[in-house]
């Protein structure tokens, strides 16, 4: 029952599904559903209100694909409360694969996200999808097997995938990958021989996986992208194959096992965020080789090893963030020399000499962005 309690004015729900479509002839190549503006005054009760909010709209807008709520605060009770998402409730909210599939034959691209009603079987309908998002399923249904049917997709999300029937196997069919996300996957069955049929990755994002072991990234020659954030079994070893990334995001990896010497494969690096590494293995000797880089966050590398020193060659700045780096020794100089270059700074509670120097050399200029 539709009721002001849910959903007071319907027609925004209406104006969020995106319009992709020309005429009746042509095939929505990607259907997507936000309902965050008609959600502004669902009550945050029950995970139960959020899908029974949901339920109303199923009748008349059955070719709603992608049932995808972007309220902070509804996602985060979904996320807590999913295992009371039965298979049965999912039957109700989410049309299956099969049916899906014959209302859009030739859509290219599927999210599947915390859906509990799938299993191999479904799989079968995804051939020839490029883009396939699986985050968040969790059941054992999904198998090795699933995946025979995706060897068209180029960009896969599997975050926070910990069941052990998906093993190395599975990457078999994957050689057309160019984008893999397994964020929080944790299961032991998949190992860095996992890897080696991904000769075409270009972007990979691995935040909190422990499991794996960086031999793996001697099989990723073409990677550009990479995201291991809080990954804590990366040592030296592993930026021997970095030599192509142009973007490095590792932050929290403060292991002592990352010296200087990691950083002189990282000559083609433009941007580089390593927010919270504070280990005293890093100096200035490691920033030498960053010749290229463009964007650097190090908010919260509070090591006395770094000094004024370590910027002096990174002549191609744009964005710095130094919020939280309270070493006395960077005392803001190497600023002068970009800035013709630099368009954002952060300098929060850093010393004061560093925010007086900032100050004083960006103050009249509009173009610099001072934080």
Request: proline fraction near 1%; charge should be neutral.
């Amino acid at each position: 029952m539709k009721t002001q309690r849910y959903v007071e004015d319907e027609t925004k729900l209406q104006d969020n599904i995106c319009d992709n479509t020309t005429d009746n002839t042509t095939e929505m190549k990607r259907i997507c559903f936000s309902s965050h503006e008609s959600y502004e005054k669902v009550p945050i009760t029950v995970v139960y209100s959020v899908q029974y909010a949901l339920l109303p709209f199923l009748g008349k807008y059955k070719d709603i694909v992608n049932l995808y709520d972007t309220n902070k605060e509804i996602r985060e009770i979904i996320q807590n409360y999913r295992w009371n998402l039965s298979e049965r409730i999912c039957e109700n909210l989410f049309p299956s694969v099969k049916a899906w599939r014959t209302m859009f034959p030739n859509a290219i691209q599927a999210n599947l996200e915390w859906r509990f009603d799938v299993c191999d079987e479904d799989f079968v309908y995804l051939k020839g999808i490029e883009t396939l998002n699986i985050g968040l399923c969790n059941q054992s249904y999904i198998s090795d097997k699933a995946f025979k049917h995706l060897k068209s997709v180029r960009v896969l999300n599997m975050s926070d995938c910990d069941q052990n029937s998906i093993t190395d196997k599975a990457f078999e069919n994957l050689e057309n990958l160019r984008e893999l996300n397994i964020n929080w996957c944790t299961q032991n069955t998949i190992t860095e021989n996992a890897f080696q049929y991904l000769k075409k990755l270009e972007c990979l994002k691995m935040m909190w996986c422990n499991k794996l072991y960086e031999g793996m990234f001697e099989h990723l020659k073409n990677l550009r992208i990479l995201h291991m954030d809080h990954c804590r079994f990366i040592t030296d070893r592993a930026f021997q194959n970095f030599g192509n990334l142009h973007t490095l995001s590792m932050n929290g990896c403060f292991q002592r096992e990352i010296t200087d010497r990691a950083f002189m494969h990282l000559k083609n690096i433009q941007n580089l965020f390593m927010q919270g590494c504070f280990q005293d293995t890093i100096t200035d000797i490691a920033f030498h080789q960053l010749q290229n880089i463009k964007t650097l966050n190090m908010q919260g590398c509070t090591q006395r090893t770094i000094t004024e020193q370590a910027f002096w060659n990174m002549n191609k700045l744009v964005s710095l963030n130094l919020n939280h780096c309270d070493q006395y020794q960077i005392k803001g100089y190497f600023l002068e020399k970009n800035k013709k270059t630099l368009q954002k700074l952060w300098v929060r509670n850093t010393n004061e000499h560093l925010q007086t120097k900032a100050f004083q050399i960006f103050q009249n200029t509009k173009v610099v962005q001072l934080y």
